[in-house]
């Protein structure tokens, strides 16, 4: 799994590997992971080296009318966050430091083409807050 810039905001920088981003702006940005999910449980855990301010973690569909499932965390040390993503439960587990410590259902959706949430495919995605 990497960040695709072609999916995320011009305000993040990228290593070259893909596995790591940074916001070099003020404004709010999101950066998306390039791997969809459709089916079954996914596992995967974001570094934060400084702190959680104003970051938040979770799920996206693309499109015109993305849906995002995201949650946000308070922490001013650093911090392991990982993410579960149950396909089969519709839900997603959150863990700090490898502790459960939040869970979401992922509500079962009607899109304007018909299609229902269980069917879409969804990537990790770190959103930024806007700073200043």
Not at 2 to 28: E, K, P, Y
């Amino acid at each position: 799994m990497r960040f695709d810039r072609s999916l995320s905001c011009s305000t993040i920088t990228f290593s070259s590997s893909g596995l790591t981003v940074t916001m070099t702006g003020n404004n709010a940005s999101q950066a998306i992971i390039n791997t969809p999910m459709t089916e079954g449980v996914h596992y995967w855990e974001l570094f934060c080296p400084v702190d959680l301010q104003g970051l938040s973690f979770g799920v996206t569909t693309k499109g015109k009318n993305p849906v995002q499932v995201v949650s946000t965390f308070v922490s001013t040390s650093e911090r392991i966050v990982g993410v579960q993503l149950n396909l089969d439960e519709l839900e997603i587990r959150y863990f700090i430091n490898q502790k459960h410590c939040k869970k979401q259902k992922i509500k079962k959706l009607t899109l304007p083409d018909g299609k229902l949430a269980e069917n879409l495919e969804w990537y990790p995605i770190v959103k930024f807050k806007a700073s200043g």
